[in-house]
């Protein structure tokens, strides 16, 4: 059994940044795919950012690209998204989720195993 547990969220005023943090417990990631989706209110769960543990491979939603790094911590079995220039249409809560099997196919949501308990983001403008 794997228990992420995600931190960081916040609020914050647009174009600031914050830094999310998901932490792994009773498994390391080695071999996996994380991601981060996001839902905003009255929409769907959907991806910002994936990576692939082993390879360090990584994948952006193109509304984050350039503004978001996904990254990750082997000693600490901990991944990282840091969000810069943050706007309004970024607030969501943020989910973090675990692919056990590593596969690559960071938009499918019925893929990932294991789900944290959400962060929520708030951007003023």
């Known amino acids: 059994q794997v228990q992420l547990v995600e931190s960081g969220g916040g609020l914050v005023q647009a174009g600031g940044s914050l830094r999310l943090s998901c932490a792994a417990s009773g498994r390391t990631f080695v071999g996996y795919t994380v991601a981060w989706f996001r839902q905003a209110p009255g929409k769907e769960r959907a991806l910002a950012a994936a990576i692939r543990w082993s390879a360090g491979s990584t994948y952006y939603v193109d509304s984050v690209k350039g503004r978001f790094t996904i990254s990750r911590d082997n000693a600490k079995n901990t991944v990282y998204l840091q969000m810069n220039s943050l706007k309004p249409e970024d607030t969501a809560v943020y989910y973090c989720?675990?692919?056990?099997?590593?596969?690559?196919?960071?938009?499918?949501?019925?893929?990932?195993?294991?789900w944290g308990q959400g962060t929520q983001v708030t951007v003023s403008s």
């Open positions: 989720a675990a692919d056990i099997r590593g596969r690559w196919v960071p938009n499918d949501g019925y893929g990932y195993d294991y």
